[in-house]
C-alpha cells in the first residue's frame, strides 16, 4: 500500500526542539521530492519545506534557519528537526510526495499526504 | 512570502457552478503553469483535485475543472453536490523553488 505515516509530534516549551518523521511506504523518499506542510488549529494551509529528488533544500521565510528537513534512505523515512520552536510554531504537520509516482506524474503537486501530526508549543 | 489570495466563502445550491479564484503575482502564479488544487473536509488531509492549472488526477470528478489568466487561476465546480462542501486551496510553486498556498476558500452548498 502507497502511504505516508508523520510521527514525533508532542508538547514542547517555547525554545525547544523536535523532531517529525515521516515513513513512507511502496514507494522510495529518494525517488521523489517531498515536502511539509502545517495547519495551526483553525487556519489555513502553509508550506513549509520541501527536499527535492536531487537533494536540494528549500525553506519557508517563516522556518528558514530554525527547521532542517532531512531525509534516510535506509529506513526510506524523511524528517524535520525543528529547533527554537515558537508558539506560532503550533500546528498539525502533514508530510506530502510531490510529483506523483510510477506512471502517474503531477508536476510540482502534492499528490500523497500522510494524517499529520500535532505539535503543541507552551509559552 | 506572500500568501495567495482567495474569497474567504463562496456557496452556491446544488446543481449550480460556482468558481474560487486564486490571485497572486507574476512570480508565483503568473510565473509558470504549476498550479494545484486541494480540497480538505473538517479533520482530513487535504486531497489533491487539480494540478498543473487544469489537469485532474485519476479518480477525481469532471465536474472540477482548473483555469489561469495572467496571475489569476480559478477552480470551479460543476453540478455542485452536497459532497463539495469543504475547504479549499490552492497552490503555487515559485521563481524562488518554493511554494505557497492560498488562504483558502469554505465552500457552502445551500
Redesign the interface.
Known sequence: EVRLVESGGGFIQAGGSLRLSCAASGFGVSDNSM?W?RQAPGK????VS?M?TAG?K????SVKGRFTISRDTSKNTMSLHMRSLRADDAALY?CARVGGSGG?I??????L????TMVTVSS | ?S?LSQPAFVSGSPGQSLTISCTGTSSDVGA?N?V?W?Q?SPGK????MI??VS?R??GVSSRFSGSKSGNTASLTISGLQAEDEA?Y?C?S?TR?????????TKVTVL
Do not use: C, H, I
Open positions: 515536502t506542510v489555513g494551509l502553509e508550506w520541501v527535492y536540494e528549500v525553506y519557508g521565510d502533514f502517474y503531477y508536476r510540482n503537486a502534492f499528490d499526504w500522510g494524517q499529520g | 512570502q500568501v509558470y504549476d494545484s486541494y480538505q488531509a487535504p486531497k489533491l494540478y498543473e489537469n488526477p485519476s475547504d486551496y497552490n510553486y524562488s523553488t518554493t511554494f505557497v498556498f492560498g488562504t483558502g
